[in-house]
């Protein structure tokens, strides 16, 4: 007695000699079940005894056996009996073992126990067949209505299903532990008798059309004649359409179904239960089957069979999905072990449950083979619902079986999957998928596409892909590509961003479909094309990294002919995108006539990928929004400009006009500015190139910068924008510096000035940089001469000067403007109660930087812009607000240092220095003691007027003479000005300077003309170590342009003369010695040739006026050099007593009108008092210098003989120039001249005493790097298999790593370099590869350029261990690795390997991969330390994935490296900034070396000298 569709499967044959109560009426039937049902049940029982003490023998159990199994077949109205017979089952199969009938006791582990469990699983099986509604005269109860009924039936057969599966679930713990509730022991036949009960109760229900199908008809059934219904079919599934024809049309054979089987019009209940109980059947029979260990081939082919009709349902489809996932992962353990998969096959249901199973190894892969494809072919299912999750269930095996090795540590393995097999597995269902040409089903066949791309994207390990697979799938990709629905599309995208990085075999032949699909996805999508596609910013970001890829082709394969035009699409760029290529290409040959040229077909070559790449990058860059997505395409542009600046600089001009308009439009969020900066900044190494192209580029740039710097402070939030006016400021400088192109275009550089001021005064708003410049250029009448210099009349009030140089004149005003009146902007920041403002009465103006200022400011008369909105004066600051605005002000001041000192200068067009050093190599101690030396040997020589012979000494060197550190002041002084900068001030007298005329124009006059006094400053501040000669030349004011004559000079860069009047030409008639030569001060010599007024020798003073003439006199030689007699003048008029009035002068007396009420001295002092006594001791003492006078003028009025005494007047004695006992006194002009030694400096320049800790902490501060220092590992590898001993020292190394290694920076000999080096030496290490720009310095450390001292005894491990310790020594604290490997296969266990034994240090890794198939070619990976990809993009211009030529590789690697290392710093927690560590440097030690006095002291110290002992 059971199920009917369990016989007709085959499964089962009903036994005649059962069901004995069936010919029985319903009432009858009915009655005596329930009379039997209440002796038997537990809860009802109406027996005397317990009803497990009833049935005292296995017939008595048979018996009523019969009658329960006979109440599963009874109507539904009658739920209390049938519950009741549920319940005694229940009992006797699961509940406590007390509770089962004595005979079942006795009869455990006999063939009557297992006969009895199969007949309980049997008749419980009853339950599953529907029920038609019965006559209300046939029933007992209230009839039910057919929703009740459902449910109600429904409700029962969960309950048989959780028995079915609790036995189940016993019986397997049982044979785990003894432990177990269940008495009961499943023999193999009771396994498979249960296995086909259930099967067969899931196949009645689960075989049913969906109630979807069943509403959309209106009721299923057979008309009178018994014909089938199936007009409600339309728009089903043929499966579901057979199912109707099986199930739905019964109704005259009905007649020949057994009483307890289907009846005319039983199935109307059969789609409501069958979705009910559809995913609880489907659970059971999955987990009963894998517990019970079936491996029947009958039985599977069965399942199989039965299966397919039940794929119309998509809980069945999940359900299998989760179990064959589960099993995938246990196979995958079986075979390759580890951590691979699972160690149990473990099954979590979508739905809700899961289970856990220890399988045998053998059933797990033969179940897991057998239900991988029980579901048959997916494209044989007709619901597009259902055959997308069936295809997402192979996604999710590929998956799994993709995911061996990634998260496991253990090394790779051999045997992980291959491509192949998997396409042998899934391959003919995904190509047949992906050629549907259905709308509807257009989410499975994305999925489909999805799988095959990352099939395909997995790298092979030993075979490569058959060709017939990569035929197969570049045929769907093209045509996915080309006219693919938009999800098609999305799928391939993404799953693709790599593909050319796989260098598969003729994978270049889909760059033009790739191609067509980026364009239909960038610069914008089309709202109606793509619906509801959802993630487009992910869909625009892959399709950026595709386009990533195929950007490096162009170059390489220029020549190369393609598939087909790529289409263009007309914008504001593609007219100027065709211009500039076309300019660059070169022009036809003359052979090729004009018709030939208009005839021929054009033709698509890989160089036309040139112009789509950059065409779609900048129109993306106009209307994308996502900010990762700006990043990437800032990035891409980056790398664009390194691929084509040697082949079209116009290209770059195309970007920079591109960016620039977006960033002036500030539509981009605050997070993308930085990568706008960087791309900006990269691009300005390009300048040479650029400015070839078009001129105004780089001038354009800056105003760019400017203004939207400017706008970030009219903003007025310093917080928020901090950030970006910092990298504003760099970028602007780098731009400025570059060249010198600045130095011709006098508005920009104003605009540039203007802006640093506005950060440098950002803290005193009220001060004279209150108010810069607008937009407009500066008016001509600021304007002084054809250089466009500031005119003398705006310079601070000092003697008239002019400089000689008028090439460095705007270095002079770049000095004046950073050292000399800057208190606003170089103070200690501290709030002021009172600023002075900006006055500019009369011609005078306090300071050089004001005078900059006034120009700017008057040039653009009312439109000049205060430098923050009024509401920033407004309140006390907040302490985040102050921290902002120090940062912009600590960043301008860099700048405005780097412009002074910079521009011009560097990078140096000698060899004195080079790009290794940014600080003057020019050491002023060493200089001041060969002054001493050479002082000393003068006043020691007996040859004051002859050539110096210091052999005379011996070979006892300068230094060794032992100068004393007092003796240093009488040529050197050193100033602190306001804590920010020390000024070293070292005079270079004439008689300790070279006799060198080499360049001077004429070397005789200048070999007889003394020279003019120098001064040789160096400067000390957080930008560097910086040295400047001043030169000082006096002229006569009074003389006329007409009597000035003009020649030309040769002059020095190196000379800043702020300083410089005209020259006094005084003959010299005995040549002076010369004595021996000063060193060099560190800078590049440049001879320009620059127009210089000569006075004439003869010049006319006037005397002074309160004498009663004048006196003109002729300065000759032989006055300036004291050898002749002085002209006395005679005694001509008697002087008179004071007050002095001068000839023919009147004086004027006027009273004023209240005088009488002054009083008078007298009578405000009283006498008695103490302060009364003192004043008469001054009165009288007065008194007697009176008298003393009117005696002395009485006594020469009494002597008419003429007075002996010398009254002539006469000037001072010149300087002789070689006279080595005369003091310095041109640093007090110096200071003077720059006004420094004003009452108003006195707060800020302090001098410094000079002591040997003085001395010792300024060598310590020389010592710190002035820029960004540090290095980068490289290495080489074979594959990902090398060990830390191989990758030290492999075997073989490939040349082309060796070019990169050279190319990637310059080689540097190491005994000879002077720059940085981090601990590398010369012993172990002869020449490196090294990098420096004016911002960073880098060495690049391997280990291949490393060796160990071959004179030091040890064996090869001892060597290779000795060379792991110089390696991982040589730069300690790097952070970043660029690898070179020929392998990819587990790249992120080699990266983990290295930075977890190597190079702990190491946070992000630049990966190399040189392809194949093309040399010329490079895949480049970036991945932190744990060998995971960096997707955020802070890193850049290479991005992870990339495919980029070798014209640009070694370029592209170094500045990503050094973009690694500048993000990567900022997580270290002690990190520290170039600049501040030098400024901390400075302001410490100030703090223990400033000589604290008043600012009489200050002046007194001026004029003291130690004097030395002659």
């Known amino acids: 007695m059971f199920l009917d569709r369990i016989s007709q499967l085959g499964l089962l044959q009903h036994d005649p000699e059962s069901n004995i109560v069936a010919p029985l009426p319903l009432a009858v ?164 008798v249960l296995i086909k009960v259930v099967l067969g109760c899931a196949d009645r229900l689960l075989v049913e059309p969906t109630l979807h199908c069943v509403s959309n008809s209106g009721g299923l059934g057979a008309d009178d004649k018994g014909n089938r219904r199936t007009s409600y079919l339309e728009g089903t599934s043929s499966v579901e359409k057979g199912l109707v024809a099986l199930w739905g049309g019964r109704g005259a054979e009905s007649k020949d179904r057994t009483p307890m089987g289907s009846v005319s019009g039983e ?77 149990q096959t473990c099954v979590t249901f979508v739905t809700g ?111 490569q892909f058959l060709e017939t697979y990569l035929a197969r799938f570049y045929s769907a990709l093209s045509v996915g590509l080309r006219t693919g629905h938009p999800q098609t599309l999305t799928s391939i995208i993404l799953n693709c961003e790599h593909f050319f990085g796989l260098d598969l075999q003729g994978s270049r032949v889909l760059v033009y479909g790739f191609a067509i699909g980026v364009r239909r996805v960038l610069p914008a999508i089309e709202d109606k094309e793509w619906g509801a596609t959802s993630g487009l910013d992910e869909l625009r970001r892959g399709t950026l990294k595709v386009l990533g890829c195929i950007m490096g082709f162009s170059n390489r394969f220029s020549t190369v002919p393609m598939k087909g035009l790529i289409p263009q699409e007309k914008n504001e760029w593609s007219a100027r995108i065709q211009e500039i290529y076309q300019d660059s290409e070169p022009r036809p040959s003359s052979s090729v006539t004009g018709a030939e040229q208009g005839t021929a077909a054009p033709k698509s070559k890989f160089s036309s990928l040139k112009l789509f790449c950059l065409d779609v990058l900048l129109s993306s860059l106009s209307v994308e929004q996502n900010p ?153 009448k600021h304007q002084s001469g054809s250089n466009g210099n500031i005119s003398a009349g705006q310079a601070p009030a000092a003697p008239i000067s002019q400089s000689s140089n008028s090439t460095t004149s705007a270095l002079a005003n770049h000095f004046a403007t950073f050292a000399g009146n800057v208190s606003s902007a170089m103070g200690s920041d501290k709030i002021r109660k009172g600023r002075r403002s900006l006055k500019s009465r009369g011609t005078t103006i306090t300071s050089p930087l004001a005078t900059l200022v006034a120009a700017v400011t008057t040039a653009n008369g009312k439109d000049a812009v205060p430098t923050s909105p009024l509401k920033s004066n407004v309140g006390v600051s907040t302490f985040a607000k102050l921290t902002a605005e120090s940062s912009v002000k600590a960043a301008a001041e860099i700048c405005l240092s780097q412009m002074l000192n910079h521009l011009g200068n560097f990078p140096p067009r000698g060899s ?74 070292l005079e270079q007298p004439e008689w300790a300077m070279p006799h060198n005329t080499s360049n001077d124009s004429d070397s005789e006059t200048s070999d007889q003309t003394p020279r003019d006094p120098k001064l040789i400053l160096v400067v000390r501040d957080a930008t560097g170590k910086f040295s400047w000669q001043s030169t000082l030349k006096y002229f006569d004011a009074n003389q006329t342009k007409d009597s000035t004559a003009s020649t030309r000079v040769s002059c020095d860069m190196k000379k800043l003369q702020p300083l410089a009047v005209a020259d006094l030409r005084v003959t ?88 009488s009420a002054i009083p008078k001295f007298t009578d405000l002092v009283n006498a008695d008092t103490e302060e009364g006594r003192k004043y008469e001791v001054l009165k009288r003492t007065i008194e007697k210098c009176i008298q003393a006078e009117q005696e002395s003028y009485d006594s020469f009025a009494s002597n008419a003989e003429p007075v002996d005494r010398n009254t002539a007047a006469r000037p001072t004695p010149p300087v002789d120039q070689y006279d080595p006992n005369i003091p310095s006194c041109a640093f007090r002009l110096f200071l003077t001249h720059m006004g420094f030694l004003g009452l108003e400096s006195h707060e800020k320049l302090r001098p410094l005493v000079m002591t040997e800790a003085f001395l010792k902490d300024l060598e310590k501060m020389d010592a710190l790097a002035e820029r960004e220092c540090f290095g980068i590992n490289v290495l080489y590898s ?97 952070h970043v690795l660029i690898l070179w490997i020929e392998s990819l296969h587990d790249l992120a266990q080699l990266i983990k390997r290295i930075t977890s034994t190597l190079l702990p240090s190491v946070t992000a890794a630049i990966v190399v991969h040189p392809q194949a198939s093309a040399s010329g070619l490079y895949d480049i990976r970036i991945l932190n330390a744990a060998g995971l990809v960096e997707e955020n993009w802070a890193i850049g211009p290479l991005v992870n994935g990339m495919i980029i030529s070798q014209s640009a590789l070694a370029k592209l690697v170094r500045s990503s490296a050094q973009s690694a290392h500048l993000v990567t710093r900022i997580l270290k927690s002690n990190y520290r900034r170039p600049h501040t560590a030098r400024r901390l440097m400075i302001e410490e030690i100030c703090n223990k070396h400033k000589l604290a006095t008043t600012w009489a002291g200050f002046y007194a110290d001026l004029f003291s000298f130690d004097s030395p002992k002659d």
């Not at 996932?325 to 951590?339: E, H, K, P």
Request: charged share 20%; proline share 5%.
């Open 267 to 343: 199935f109307n209940l059969g789609p409501k239960m069958g979705d009910a109980l559809c995913d609880s059947l489907s659970k059971v029979l999955f987990e009963v089957w894998l517990r019970s260990g079936e491996m029947s081939v009958d039985l599977w082919s069965c399942l199989k069979e039965e299966f397919f009709k039940w794929t119309h349902r998509i809980e069945v489809i999940r359900n299998w999905n989760a179990v064959v996932l589960g099993l995938t992962n246990r196979v995958i353990n079986q075979l390759y072990g580890g951590s691979e998969g699972t160690l």
């Open 353 to 463: 449950g899961s289970f856990t199973l220890d399988l045998k190894e053998d059933f797990a892969v033969y179940a897991w083979h057998r239900l991988t494809y029980i579901i048959g072919n997916v494209n044989s299912i007709e619901s597009p619902e259902i055959f997308h999750v069936a295809i997402k269930g192979i996604a999710k095996v590929v998956d799994a079986f993709h995911a061996v090795g990634i998260d496991s540590g253990a090394e790779s393995d051999s045997n992980s999957p291959e491509g192949n097999t998997l396409l042998h597995m899934f391959g003919a269902w995904l190509f047949e998928a992906v050629t549907r040409k259905s709308p509807e089903y257009e989410d499975g066949i994305s999925e489909a596409y999805a799988i095959l791309c990352r099939i395909f994207c997995q790298r092979q390990r030993r075979k």
């Open 1278 to 1374: 074979k594959d990902a298999n090398a060990s830390i001993e191989t990758l030290l020292r492999p075997k073989t190394i490939d040349s082309e790593f060796f070019k990169f290694l050279h190319s990637i920076g310059t080689p540097v000999d190491l005994s000879k370099h002077v720059g940085y080096r981090g601990n590398l030496s010369s012993s172990t290490c002869r020449t490196t590869s090294y990098f420096a720009s004016r911002n960073v310095e880098m060495i690049f450390n391997s280990p291949y350029t490393i060796r160990v001292p071959e004179s030091i005894p040890m064996d090869e491990a001892e060597r290779l261990n000795e060379l792991k310790i110089v390696y991982t020594n040589s730069t300690p604290d790097t």
């Open 1068 to 1155: 010299e008639s005995v040549r002076r010695p010369r004595p021996v030569s000063a060193p060099h001060a560190g800078r590049s010599r440049m001879a320009v040739e620059l127009p210089v007024e000569i006075p004439p020798s003869k010049c006319v003073h006037e005397s002074d006026g309160n004498l009663v003439e004048s006196i003109e006199f002729e300065v000759t030689s032989a006055s300036v050099m004291g050898d002749a007699q002085e002209k006395i003048a005679p005694y001509s008029l008697k002087p008179s007593l004071p007050p002095h009035i001068p000839a023919n002068a009147e004086v004027l007396t006027a009273e004023c009108y209240n005088e």
């Open 628 to 780: 990762q997505n700006c990043k990437f395409i800032l990035h891409l542009l980056g790398c664009f400009a390194y691929e084509e600046v040697l082949h079209c600089p116009g290209a770059i001009c195309l970007i920079l006009d591109a960016v620039k308009a977006k960033m002036l439009s500030k539509t981009w969020p605050h997070e993308v500015m930085p990568s706008v900066f960087d791309l900006l900044s990269q691009t300005s190494a390009f300048w040479a190139s650029v400015n070839n192209c078009v001129k105004s580029t780089s001038k354009d740039v800056v105003l760019a910068l400017c203004s939207y710097v400017d706008g970030l402070f009219c903003d007025d939030d310093v917080i928020t924008n901090q950030q970006m006016i910092i990298k504003g400021y760099d970028c602007m400088i780098r731009w400025a510096l570059v060249g010198g192109w600045i130095e011709k275009e006098k508005d920009c550089l104003l605009k540039v000035h203007a802006s640093l001021c506005r950060g440098v005064s950002i803290l005193s708003r009220d001060d004279e940089f209150s108010s810069v410049s607008g937009s407009n250029p500066l008016s001509s």
């Open 29 to 192: 039937r009915r009655k005596l079940i329930w009379e039997v049902v209440q002796c038997l049940s537990s809860r009802t029982s109406i027996l005397a005894v317990p009803p497990a003490q009833v049935l005292s023998s296995t017939r008595h159990v048979e018996w009523m056996m019969e009658l329960l199994g006979a109440g599963f077949a009874l109507p539904i109205e009658d739920v209390a009996i049938v519950g009741e017979c549920v319940a005694v089952y229940r009992v006797w199969l699961l509940d406590n073992p007390d509770l089962i009938p004595s005979a079942l006791r006795a009869a455990i582990g006999q063939a009557y126990e297992q006969r009895f469990l199969q007949t309980c699983f049997m008749h419980m099986s009853l339950l599953f067949q529907p029920r038609k509604p019965h006559d209300a005269a046939t029933l007992q109860n209230e009839p039910l209505n057919p929703d009740t009924q459902c449910a109600t039936h429904v409700n029962l057969c969960r309950q048989i299903l959780a028995v079915f599966l609790t036995c189940a679930q016993q019986q397997t713990q049982k044979q785990i532990s003894a432990h177990s509730q269940s008495e009961y022991s499943f023999s193999n036949e009771t396994w498979t």
């Open 912 to 985: 004195t220095s080079g790009v290794s050093r940014v600080s003057t190599l020019f050491c002023e101690i060493s200089e001041v003691k060969r002054l001493l030396a050479q002082r000393r040997y003068l006043l020691d020589s007996a040859y004051s007027t002859s050539e110096l012979d210091m052999n005379a000494y011996g070979h006892i060197s300068l230094e060794d003479l032992g100068p004393s550190i007092g003796e240093y002041k009488r040529f050197l002084r050193y100033y602190v000005y306001d804590n920010r900068i020390i000024l070293g001030l």
